[in-house]
């Protein structure tokens, strides 16, 4: 009795500053016509709607969290016009405490460890980055630093100047929590499991983690939904990273509104964390291939994200794109689809695999969006991490061959 008494109160203190979810509703909308599109639409140009699926395509569920507030004229505007919906999750708020639940409860472990049965905050990312730099012949650095003060850390596997370079990053939009946790198994095969050692022997890995840093822990301490940057502005805080990259800025997809979280930011690169890894990647030899981790929803997408425009290499990427959803079904059969990103979700400009491609001089370049949570959304229990991060690894082990092939 007494643990659990002191555990209430901790939750009860720890919870002071965090933005609660109560009441808010995560809707699964059907969309089947082109009616039901443009509703869709307007509702994800409206600030006080949060989309969490990313898709374009007729047919597919969209789920979307809608405040208390606004449910029931949003109900009523789904069934004016027809569109099937259903009810995903009643509270959002307490999915988001059952996660803190679990992720208190998990087990402890060493410092400069990791393990893939919780996410990880930053400082134990950090600290294993740090023991593997000790440990093994890998190079640990920092690109810069964020808003807030934090190391943008980086890891280096493989140095050889003449060999190809993939270059991955995870966590550029906040709250998709399971992309550092890929990330961090990718880097835990590649370097502690012997069987791998070849795969740094033909190629340079270039890993970031967590790419914005300030944004991750924030999900951790106050706003599980948080998804921009932390910097300061006139109204509201944080730009969406991933639409503050100069190539193509400011375009489709995008929101001059400093409060939306696609929030485009005052001009490109304007985020420390942006122009950090800009001229970070700007210095790096033979890129080829670049991949960002995010989540959710089972997607291989490639540019261009800007516009309904097709890369000149597109049946290149294209197949590359399919060998890597082929290898990662092949485990547990898990499907992606695979295609243009503007084309199977929506533009948006402003995208780091865009500016990768058309900057960045990685020809092949992806967004792979993971897997979610089911019913839970971005909220992917704990206990799914091992089964994504291992078949998505033979997706990325994939994509590796075809580099190496090339």
């Known amino acids: 009795m007494k643990g659990t008494a002191l555990f209430v109160i901790f939750l ?16 699964q909308v059907i969309p089947t016509n082109e009616i039901h599109a443009e509703v869709l639409k307007v509702f994800r140009e409206n600030e006080e709607y949060d989309f969490w699926s990313k898709t374009n395509i007729l047919g597919e569920s969209v789920n979307i969290m809608v405040k208390p507030a606004l449910q029931n004229s949003f109900v009523k505007i789904l069934e004016t016009n027809k569109i099937e919906y259903s009810i995903l999750i009643d509270d959002a708020e307490s999915v988001f405490q059952e ?12 410092k400069g460890k990791i393990s893939f049965d919780k996410y990880h905050r930053y400082e134990d990312i950090q600290a294993y980055l740090e023991r593997l730099q000790v440990d093994y012949p890998v190079k640990v650095g ?41 990330a961090l198994y990718l880097i835990q095969q590649l ?43 006139n109204t509201c805080y944080g730009v969406d990273a991933n639409r503050n990259f100069g190539y193509v800025w400011g375009g489709l997809g995008t929101s001059s509104n400093e409060c939306s979280d696609i929030y485009h930011g005052p001009y490109a690169h304007s985020e420390p964390e942006v122009a950090a890894f800009t001229d970070f990647v700007l210095g790096l030899n033979n890129v080829e291939l670049y991949i960002a981790l995010h989540s959710y929803g089972q997607w291989v997408i490639y540019p261009w994200g800007y516009d309904f425009i097709l890369p000149d290499n597109v049946d290149d990427i294209h197949y590359l794109g399919e060998r890597i959803a082929d290898a990662i079904k092949s485990v547990k059969g898990t499907s992606y689809t695979v295609g243009n990103s503007a084309i ?9 695999d865009d500016w990768m491609k058309g900057a960045g001089g990685a020809d092949l370049s992806y967004t792979l969006e993971l897997p979610g949570g089911g019913s839970q959304g971005f909220d992917l229990p704990a206990s799914r991490i091992y089964d994504v991060v291992i078949e998505t690894f033979q997706g990325i082990l994939a994509a590796y061959e075809y580099i190496v092939e090339k």
């Open 12 to 27: 009860a203190v720890a919870s002071a500053d965090i933005f609660r979810y109560d009441g808010y509703k995560v809707y």
């Open 99 to 110: 996660e803190r639940l679990r992720q208190t409860r998990a087990p402890k472990i060493e």
């Open 142 to 182: 920092t690109i810069g630093k964020s808003y807030e003060g934090r190391e943008l850390s980086y890891i280096q596997i493989g140095d050889n100047p003449n060999n190809p370079t993939i270059v991955l990053d995870g966590a550029i939009h906040a709250r998709e929590w399971i992309a550092p946790a890929m």
């Open 191 to 233: 370097v502690e499991n012997e069987e791998y050692a070849y795969l740094s022997e033909n190629a340079n890995w270039v890993i970031i983690p967590v790419l914005n840093p300030d944004g991750y822990e924030y999900t951790h301490t106050n706003n599980r939904m948080w998804r921009k940057t932390r910097s300061r502005g």
């Open 344 to 352: 199977l979700l929506y533009p948006a400009a402003g995208c780091s």
